[in-house]
């Protein structure tokens, strides 16, 4: 796969300027991806649900460069207001795709994104980000050169770029569910995009809903790059590869026959994981708080006395994502509003489900 392409270059009295929108969500994990090498690749494949209502709206202004310069020119506003860490690291994320899309630098450019959940709500934003990110650079290259009409192609390209800003982001270009990283199971699976998985799997699983449980808002103690990095000596690092590979193969078997057991198991296997290897690490952290605990006890429990699929899952953080399908929403909502809200920070969570992927504007 070779995306770098020198011919990607604008007649510069060609340039008019103009505007790109799109809209991309974020994902959650079911088999995590933690722990990568080179430049942005999975230590292991990783099988994700594509959220709908928590995502990133980005516009990407472009005009002709009117200073001509070696890196790329960009001012970044966030919900309304210049953001220089932000527009820091999309300059340094611009930089690293010149090879791929070597017009940014032709170009003077404005990033307008803003996220539809609150701000600081403490959700991982950088695949939402990234994604949006991703597609305005390819629905871009398409304007000018006509070189991304095929949507399969579109879709790959932008998975692809949106992994080298931040893995889990190339998941978000999918509707549904997502795979990234090899598998001999899975024809097409690759270490450099994801794919769509949704038409290999049940339909119960597109009726899924993802209630995220504000515990605690604010900025994480260690973020995820950090916590990437510390699987490099981990001592369970191999014995993870190995059992994320082995969680994945029967994730794919729970998504077929729709065996909703099975998966809640691996969904919840996965999330206690990924925690106890931040609790592992050779700098051990802990970003639970004793909510998410008491949370995650009333899911468990509630199921048990019910037998309602409802499960959870977790990202790098606190907050509790409570998974369960449609057909139990009017059992799971009110156990959620009486025994799940109080745990959370303002008695806040946010609804959020299985989503059509992202949308261009
Ligand atoms: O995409 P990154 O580098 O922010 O890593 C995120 C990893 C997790 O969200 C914790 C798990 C996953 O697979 O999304």
């Not at 020198?6 to 009295?13: A, D, M």
């Not at 973020?223 to 990095?229: E, I, K, L, T």
Request: hydrophobic fraction near 40%; charge should be negative.
């Amino acid at each position: 796969m070779q995306y770098e392409n020198p011919k990607l270059v604008l007649e510069t009295s060609e340039i008019k300027e103009g505007s790109i929108t799109w809209k991309s969500p974020s994902n959650i994990a079911i088999v995590k991806y933690w722990g990568k090498y080179s430049d942005q690749l999975p230590q292991n494949p990783s099988l994700s649900i594509t959220l709908e209502t928590s995502f990133t709206r980005t516009t990407l202004h472009y005009a002709p460069r009117r200073t001509p310069g070696q890196g790329v020119s960009v001012e970044l506003y966030f919900e309304g207001a210049r953001h220089e860490a932000f527009e820091q690291r999309v300059r340094k994320y611009f930089e690293k795709i010149l090879p791929i899309f070597p017009f940014l630098r032709q170009l003077d450019l404005k990033v307008e994104t803003a996220n539809s959940f609150p701000h600081s709500s403490g959700i991982a934003s950088s695949a939402s980000a990234m994604s949006a990110l991703a597609l305005c650079c390819c629905t871009l290259e398409d304007e000018f050169f006509h070189t991304l009409e095929d949507d399969e192609a579109f879709d790959r390209k932008a998975s692809y770029v949106a992994r080298l800003g931040s893995g889990s982001a190339c998941r978000s270009i999918y509707p549904y569910l997502a795979l990234w990283g090899e598998t001999g199971e899975v024809p097409g699976s690759s270490n450099l995009y994801a794919i769509p998985m949704a038409e290999q799997a049940h339909p119960v699983y597109q009726t899924f809903h993802d209630d995220i449980l504000i515990i605690r808002s604010g900025e994480k103690k260690v973020s995820s790059s950090a916590g990437h990095g510390l699987m490099h000596n981990h001592p369970f690092a191999e014995a993870r590869f190995q059992y994320a590979r082995k969680s994945l193969h029967q994730l794919l078997g729970a998504l077929r026959t729709g065996d909703l057991e099975t998966f809640g198991k691996i969904a919840e296997a996965e999330a206690l994981m990924l925690h106890a290897l931040m609790m592992s690490a050779p700098s051990p952290y802990l970003l639970l708080a004793p909510h998410t605990i008491t949370a995650m006890e009333r899911v468990q429990a509630f199921r048990a006395e019910t037998g309602h699929p409802v499960y959870f899952s977790l990202d790098a953080g606190p907050n509790l994502h409570v998974l369960y399908p449609e057909s139990v929403i009017h059992e799971v909502r009110p156990f959620i509003d009486d025994q799940l809200a109080p745990l959370c920070e303002e008695g806040v969570y946010l609804q959020d489900w299985a989503g059509e992927g992202p949308e261009q504007l």
